[in-house]
């Protein structure tokens, strides 16, 4: 499967709890996205990198989230003191490089579904 | 700040027959792009179509068509010959210029509307 894998596809955790998540983009896409999708709700953008360098931040990721993509492959998002309003879809995708001309569609990963009690 | 809206929170058609699903935008950006997104109840998003700001030819994919009237600011979709596996939420999104100026900027969606094709 040379799609957009991500790990775990389910956490449940208690409040106060840290949590990360793991994503994995197609092989030779630069760019990686996190975005967090709530019942009911379209996606809504967290950050971006491309290769290792995180070029954006949404005004959503509080100072308890942190993203890393240190070797420009995979990325973690890393949730401290987990709150129940950060229950959510958590989903990863990624595009090629703005270079490459066309549409740049980004492909989705199957998400992270996390439950905090 | 970019935004989508997609107004028609469910869409009901009858299984063969085309259907229309809205979605306009608004953006001071001369150059983006607008992409439909289907999403199953597994929950995996589903690129369908994309159309560029200056694409001056409606975009086409199959059954999938895109309806962009740039001055009214409409992205449109249309389904043609619905299939009872067309059934699912589908998103309207934006793409920005993304930062520094490079072209692949973070999508923007809309709120989704529900699909149900009916036998």
């Known amino acids: 499967d040379t799609g957009v894998s991500q790990d775990p596809r389910h956490k449940i955790t208690k409040r106060g709890q840290n949590v990360t998540f793991r994503c994995d983009p197609i092989?030779?896409?630069?760019?990686l996205y996190w975005y967090r999708q709530t019942l009911g709700q379209g996606p809504e953008f967290l950050t971006y990198?491309?290769?290792?360098?995180?070029?954006?931040k949404s005004r959503l990721l509080s100072d308890r989230f942190s993203a890393e993509r240190p070797k420009g492959s995979f990325s973690t998002l890393e949730i401290q003191r987990t709150e129940q309003g950060d229950s959510a879809m958590y989903l990863c995708?990624?595009?090629?490089?703005?270079?490459?001309?066309?549409?740049?569609?980004?492909?989705f990963g199957p998400g992270t579904r996390l439950t905090v009690l | 700040a970019q935004k989508i809206t997609q107004t028609q929170p469910g869409m009901f058609v009858q299984e063969k027959e085309a259907v229309t699903l809205d979605c306009t935008y608004d953006?001071?950006?001369?150059?983006?792009?607008l992409f439909w997104y289907k999403q199953p109840s597994s929950g995996e998003m589903i690129f369908l179509i994309y159309?560029?700001?200056?694409?001056?030819q409606n975009a086409t994919e199959g059954r999938y068509s895109l309806n962009f009237q740039k001055a009214r600011k409409s992205a449109n979709l249309v389904i043609s010959a619905s299939q009872l596996g067309d059934s699912a939420m589908y998103f309207c999104?934006?793409?920005?210029?993304?930062?520094?100026?490079?072209?692949?900027?973070?999508?923007?969606f809309g709120q989704g509307t529900i699909l149900t094709v009916h036998p």
């Open positions: 995708a990624s595009s090629l490089p703005g270079t490459s001309g066309g549409a740049g569609e980004q492909f």
């Open positions: 092989s030779e896409h630069n760019r």
């Open positions: 990198f491309q290769n290792e360098a995180q070029l954006e």
């Open positions: 953006t001071s950006d001369q150059s983006y792009g």
């Open positions: 159309q560029g700001s200056y694409d001056e």
């Open positions: 999104a934006m793409r920005d210029r993304g930062a520094g100026g490079t072209s692949y900027g973070k999508l923007t």
